[in-house]
């Protein structure tokens, strides 16, 4: 991959240097040639070097980092919801389980069934609605909340400070 990345940069650099060279000499039509290969050679570098594609703005990669945050360890909720001790990897203390608790006290009863369904079990917003019998509208906004008042919690409260 290395390699790849390092035989797009030097045909870069020779398209640029081919760019300036025909400044003068060549007619319009070659240099916006060369021009559009340089720019698809960059668009190709910069994907090959943050792996991800150039221009995107759609989906999670338009979010900022906060709004992709998870509030609670996906593992230690999905521990939470089991409630499991026998040999899971992902057995909790006692400490933790009160203090998911804590964050989750400012929920109410049809927000903390949705986000823990979502959260600790990881049903889709469908499965929870045609489970709950509630419109998928309905679980977006539950969950929305449940996730703003968890973040809320976790910012203020001296409980959750570890």
Same mark, same amino acid.
């Given at each position: 991959?290395?390699?790849? @990345? %390092?035989?797009?940069?030097?045909? /870069?650099?020779?398209?640029?240097?081919l760019?300036?060279? $025909?400044?003068?000499?060549?007619?319009?039509s070659?240099?916006?040639?060369?021009?559009?290969?340089?720019?698809e050679?960059?668009?190709i570098?910069?994907?090959?070097?943050?792996?991800?594609r150039?221009?995107? /703005?759609?989906?999670i990669?338009?979010?900022?980092?906060?709004?992709?945050?998870? @509030? +609670?360890d996906p593992?230690?909720?999905?521990?939470? !919801?089991s409630?499991?001790?026998?040999?899971?990897?992902?057995?909790?203390?006692?400490?933790? /389980? %009160?203090?998911?608790?804590d964050a989750? =006290?400012e929920? =109410?009863? /049809?927000?903390?069934? $949705?986000?823990?369904?979502?959260?600790?079990e990881c049903?889709s917003? !469908?499965?929870?609605?045609?489970?709950?019998?509630?419109?998928?509208?309905? +679980?977006?906004?539950?969950?929305?909340?449940?996730?703003?008042? !968890?973040s809320?919690?976790?910012?203020t409260?001296?409980?959750l400070? +570890?």
């Open positions: 991959m290395q390699d790849l @990345l %390092q035989g797009y940069k030097e045909t /870069r650099r020779m398209l640029k240097r760019y300036k060279e $025909c400044q003068g000499d060549h007619s319009a070659d240099r916006e040639l060369i021009s559009s290969m340089i720019g050679v960059e668009w570098v910069e994907w090959l070097e943050t792996g991800k150039p221009g995107n /703005r759609r989906g990669e338009r979010r900022a980092a906060y709004q992709r945050e998870k @509030l +609670v593992i230690r909720m999905q521990a939470y !919801v409630q499991s001790t026998a040999g899971s990897p992902a057995n909790i203390t006692e400490w933790q /389980r %009160q203090q998911i608790e989750l =006290s929920l =109410s009863e /049809r927000e903390r069934e $949705c986000y823990l369904l979502a959260h600790g049903f917003h !469908v499965d929870i609605a045609n489970m709950l019998n509630i419109s998928v509208s309905s +679980v977006e906004t539950y969950i929305k909340r449940a996730n703003t008042k !968890v809320e919690r976790v910012q409260s001296l409980f400070a +570890v």
